[in-house]
C-alpha cells in the first residue's frame, strides 16, 4: 500500500502535487474515498502534461517483489475519451526509470484503457509492472499527469 489515507511515512508513501496548477490537485480530499476517508481529488486541469502528483517513498522498493500497480479511479465528472492519464515511475533523485504508461478510453493501442464517462462508480485498474519496461528494479517515486482535450480533466 504506498497511499492510503495520505499519512506519509512510515506507513505510506509522501503525497505531493507539482505543476502549473498543483493547487488543483489534493491529496487529502474527504468528497468520496475508495478506501478510508481520503482519496486523491484531481480537479479542473487544463494544459498538457503541466500538472501532476507524485507518491515518494523515504526508501527504494524493489518492483521483483510486485507483479502489478493497482489502483481505483473515479470520474467527477464526464471526461472526453481522448483525454489521457499518464503514469510512470521514478528513482531516487526523480530520474524516470522505464517508459511511461498512458491510460485513456479511446480504445487506442498500447493504452489502459477506463471508462471516461463512468461518473457513478469506482473502477479499478490494474497495471502489470513489465508494461513500465524499467530500467532499474529499485523505484522509489510513482508520478500521474494529465493531458486534457477539450474538457478539463476531473
Known amino acids: 500500500m504506498i497511499y492510503n489515507e495520505n499519512t506519509g511515512s512510515p506507513t505510506e508513501w509522501n503525497f505531493n502535487s507539482i505543476g502549473t496548477q498543483a493547487?488543483?490537485?489534493s491529496g487529502s480530499s474527504i468528497d468520496q474515498s475508495y478506501s478510508g476517508t481520503t482519496s486523491i481529488r484531481v480537479s479542473g486541469v487544463t494544459g498538457i502534461y503541466t500538472t501532476a502528483f507524485r507518491l515518494s517513498g523515504n526508501t527504494t522498493?524493489?518492483?521483483n517483489q510486485y507483479a502489478t500497480l493497482q489502483f481505483a479511479?473515479?470520474?467527477l465528472s464526464a471526461n472526453t475519451t481522448t483525454s489521457q492519464i499518464r503514469l510512470r515511475f521514478l528513482t531516487t533523485g526523480g530520474t524516470q526509470n522505464g517508459s511511461f504508461v498512458y491510460m485513456n478510453a479511446a480504445n487506442s493501442s498500447g493504452f489502459v484503457q477506463y471508462s471516461s464517462n463512468n461518473?457513478?462508480?469506482?473502477q479499478l485498474?490494474?497495471?502489470?509492472?513489465w508494461r513500465f519496461y524499467l530500467t532499474n528494479t529499485n523505484v522509489q517515486m510513482l508520478e500521474i499527469s494529465f493531458r486534457p482535450t477539450t474538457l478539463p480533466s476531473n
Open 23 to 25: 493547487n488543483r490537485i
Open 61 to 63: 522498493v524493489d518492483t
Open 73 to 75: 479511479i473515479r470520474n
Open 119 to 122: 461518473t457513478s462508480g469506482w
Open 125 to 129: 485498474i490494474s497495471i502489470p509492472i
